[in-house]
């Protein structure tokens, strides 16, 4: 979280010194994620928020996106709101690969490369799991 931090900083000082508006890593994540938080069911122009908290919690855990989800909560809408929320629920997670890889590690220190070489898809597929879950929220709560 820390080097995030400092990440931010940095590039919020080399694009001030070429005089564009400040850039972050939220901001990064909040484009790159916008589509699927578009596929999710949350209308475009609130998209590249939703996108952000989803990247924010990819990159670096659930509960530094949810602490930012409750500064900017009032500007979504309600179903957003709700897509968002189930979005975030879960620890599929950059950090989450070290915790299985230390925690299987240990119970099977033969098994470590073959657990070594899955955690990615391992994390593909959490974060596939989560994001369909949003889609179904979105998805019940657009008939209301």
């Not at 939220?26 to 949350?42: H, K, N, R, W």
């Not at 990615?120 to 889609?135: E, I, P």
């Amino acid at each position: 979280i820390a080097l995030i931090a400092a990440l931010n900083g940095l590039l919020g000082w080399a694009t001030a010194l070429i005089g564009f508006e400040a850039v972050t890593i939220e901001l990064i994540l909040g484009y790159l994620f916008q589509p699927i938080a578009f596929l999710l069911g949350v209308p475009w122009s609130e998209a590249n928020v939703a996108g952000g908290l989803i990247g924010q919690k990819l990159v670096l855990n659930e509960f530094v996106a949810y602490i930012a989800y409750l500064d900017i909560a009032d500007t979504l809408s309600p179903i957003s709101q709700a897509i968002v929320v189930f979005a975030l629920c879960g620890f599929a997670n950059f950090s989450s690969i070290a915790i299985l890889l230390g925690g299987l590690g240990a119970l099977a220190p033969t098994r470590r490369d073959d657990i070594s070489r899955l955690g990615l898809r391992a994390l593909l597929t959490a974060t596939l799991a989560n994001l369909m879950s949003a889609a179904l929220a979105g998805f019940f709560l657009s008939f209301q």
